[in-house]
């Protein structure tokens, strides 16, 4: 089925000539990547591609990104140029309302729309879906629609940068569900081809500014566990953010720190915004994050989720989710 759903699409690369490209809101680097891994691909191809996002990208990405395609979304300069665009192709999200601002310009526009994604419940709102749930990353989906399109030369060392990019950090470094041995053989095709996996590892994860580390060692000051251990949680509120001079993609990834506890299965970072509250979940197993996500607006993967709300306090927040995460570790307690 996705081979037919890759097929249907290739067509719109060569008929048409101009592309806009986005992600979700917060981008990360499974949405850059793959955004930055299409538009070169386009653009060899002499095609006009913009990216335009809601949010710029972090500086941690900046690297992928060296000619500054990549463009945050200004709806007086950019709304003619998403109506009059020939192909609108959103990726990693599949839900407009992820796209923040553009969310109108996007719905309104009468572009041909493509989803490339690889998560839950996609939304009706797009004319052809290159959608797979089981799929490691977006990043190894555009790998499938370009290989799929063009012999694998046609992958220049800068695409596979992006797309290594794109896979090691929605797998968590090669860690996750769906990492087998046919995700390893494309990681391994994207090496032959030019991403330097050292090099990679290094803009992303070794780039840490002091206040990140400092914010760090005051978040994981503030672990907590519930449900006799099995549910651990960690919180960052506004002054926190303040003291260290960090902001909310600082916190990326934090949740790796409740989750390597020995015996808990499920974690939470508690995240005060301005306006609200942000959470993020991770589960192992059959622990289903994203059904609590979706309880406060959320949604996600099943073991990496989220939801965030506006004009709630950080405390009774909290509180809620926690009381209500018990009913999804039911079947971890009765296993002890
Ligand atoms: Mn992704």
Redo the contacts with the bound molecule.
């Keep these: 089925m996705l081979n037919s759903a890759i097929k249907a699409i290739l067509p719109l690369f060569t008929e048409h000539n101009r592309f806009v490209l986005s992600t979700h809101v917060n981008p ?1 680097g ?2 850059l990547g793959s955004e930055i891994a299409l538009a070169e691909w386009l653009q060899s191809k002499g095609k006009e591609v913009h990216i335009l996002n809601h949010d710029a990208p972090p500086a941690l990405y900046l690297f992928l990104d060296p000619h500054k395609v990549i463009q945050q979304y200004v709806h007086a300069d950019h709304a003619d140029m998403i109506a009059g665009t020939d192909v609108l192709v959103v990726l ?1 999200t599949n839900h407009p309302g992820r796209l923040g601002s553009m969310e109108p310009a996007v719905t309104a526009s009468r572009a041909v729309k493509v989803c490339i ?3 839950l419940d996609p939304a009706s709102f797009a004319d052809h879906y290159v959608v797979d749930q089981e799929a490691s ?3 190894e989906l555009v790998y499938r629609i370009l290989t799929e399109a063009d012999p694998p030369e046609a992958i220049s060392p800068a695409i596979a940068r992006a797309l290594y990019c ?1 896979i090691m950090t ?1 797998t968590g470094s090669f860690r996750y569900s769906h990492v087998d041995p046919e995700l390893h053989s494309i990681v391994g095709d994207l090496i032959a081809r030019g991403a330097d996996p050292g090099n990679i590892y290094r803009e992303i994860y070794e780039q840490w500014s002091p206040g990140r580390i400092r914010l760090l060692g005051e978040t994981l000051a503030t672990l907590d566990l519930a449900y006799q251990g099995l549910l651990a949680h960690i919180t960052i509120d506004q002054a926190m953010l303040r003291r260290t001079g960090t902001v909310e993609s600082d916190t990326d990834n934090f949740t790796i720190y409740p989750m390597s506890i020995q015996g808990v299965e499920a974690g939470i970072l508690f995240l005060e915004l301005n306006d609200g509250v942000k959470m993020s979940l991770r589960s192992r197993a059959e622990i289903p994050m994203n059904e609590l996500a979706k309880e406060f607006g959320g949604g996600g993967h099943r073991n990496a989720a989220g939801a965030r709300m506006q004009n709630v306090g950080l405390e009774s927040f909290k509180r809620d989710v926690l009381r209500a995460a018990g009913k999804y570790l039911q079947h971890e307690q009765r296993k002890q």
């Design positions: 990360d499974d949405g990693d994604d690889h998560h990353s977006t990043g794109a929605d």
